[in-house]
């Protein structure tokens, strides 16, 4: 396959429309048209479907797109790389990946004191769930991953090298006006009634386990596609949730937590491969560190008195 027409399906994607998608690339509708009709014949199933205001992408579509994004982007960074090369340039790029949370806060940090501190450095950041970053590690895509061994919990690999570096406790966020807004910690019995929306199985089940343990069912009667969408719909008073403590430091303004009696954890480790690591990755791993102790300094590991987990991952 051909990497313009998995650009031209990105790029109708997320303009919603052939006839825009033809205008940003320089194209034909028909052009456009066809190299879509050319991947769905190589694929053997349909990408697109038409609607009132123009296409949006099938089952399958979607499930490709997210690939085919991540694909043009490496695709661009290896032209950018070779590129940089030729004029001099060259510098192993750091590969880092990060759960949705870790990826809004401690890890954006993080890089820029690592930038601070190293000079200027060639880097990129993919956000995905712990068992897909797990996977990237291992095939060589990514250098770091900072994940969590919220269930269904992180697979042991001896090709990976797993470090603690804390442990996170879980909140409720509410929108600013709800009853409980500036209160407690309440006990999850006071909210278990409520109307509940998740993104993701793993806190699904954090909130499932920690309500059973309390003789209480949490009612999880919407879903939402990512975090944005959970803090949306948080925002604009249609549910609460449960969501990591080191995202507080990165919500917006309309949404407030409430922390818990007796909270659900999760770990957050980092991961790297035991085989040729990336040079930046160790002072990568001790600016993490101190990120994740700034933000949430009562469950960091003691990373620098060398107490910290190694262990296979």
């Not at 769905?40 to 609607?51: C, D, N, T, W």
């Not at 820029?112 to 060639?122: T, V």
């Not at 199985?201 to 969408?229: C, F, N, Y």
Request: with cysteine; hydrophobic share 45%; charged share 20%.
């Amino acid at each position: 396959m051909e990497l313009t027409a998995w650009r031209t399906f990105v790029t109708v994607c997320r303009l919603g429309s052939l006839s825009a998608a033809a205008d940003e690339l320089g194209y034909t509708q028909s052009a456009v048209s066809r190299q879509i009709a050319g991947l769905e014949r190589q694929l053997g199933v349909p990408l697109v479907e038409r609607h009132a205001r123009g296409v949006r992408p099938t089952a399958a579509g979607e499930v490709f797109r997210h690939h085919a994004l991540v694909t043009v982007n490496e695709a661009d960074r290896a032209v950018r790389a070779a590129r940089d090369a030729r004029d001099g340039a060259f510098g192993r790029p750091l590969a880092v990946g990060a759960t949705p949370s870790l990826a809004a806060g401690i890890v954006p940090t993080a890089i820029r004191r690592l930038l601070d501190k190293a000079g200027p450095l060639q880097w990129s950041l993919l956000p995905g769930l712990s068992a897909q970053l797990h996977g990237r590690v291992t095939a060589g895509d990514l250098d770091v991953a900072v994940v969590t061994d919220a269930p269904p919990g992180l697979p042991h690999d001896p090709r990976i090298e797993r470090r603690l570096l804390g442990m996170d406790e879980m909140v409720v966020v509410l929108p600013v006006d709800h009853p409980r807004a500036g209160h407690g910690p309440v006990r999850i019995q006071e909210l278990a009634d409520q109307t509940w929306v998740e993104d993701n199985d793993g806190s699904a089940a954090l909130l499932h386990q920690h309500a059973a343990r309390a003789g209480a069912t949490a009612r999880i009667d919407l879903t939402a596609a990512d975090l944005a969408g959970k803090l949306a719909l948080v925002a604009t008073g249609h549910a609460i949730a449960l969501i990591p403590g080191v995202l507080t430091c990165a919500l917006r303004s309309d949404v407030t937590t409430v922390s818990l009696i007796d909270p659900p954890t999760r770990g957050i480790y980092t991961i790297t491969p035991r085989r040729a690591p990336h040079p930046a990755a160790t002072p990568l791993l001790d600016q993490l560190a101190a990120s994740f102790g700034s933000v949430r300094p009562a469950q960091a590991a003691q990373w620098s008195t060398g107490t910290h987990e190694s262990a296979l991952a």
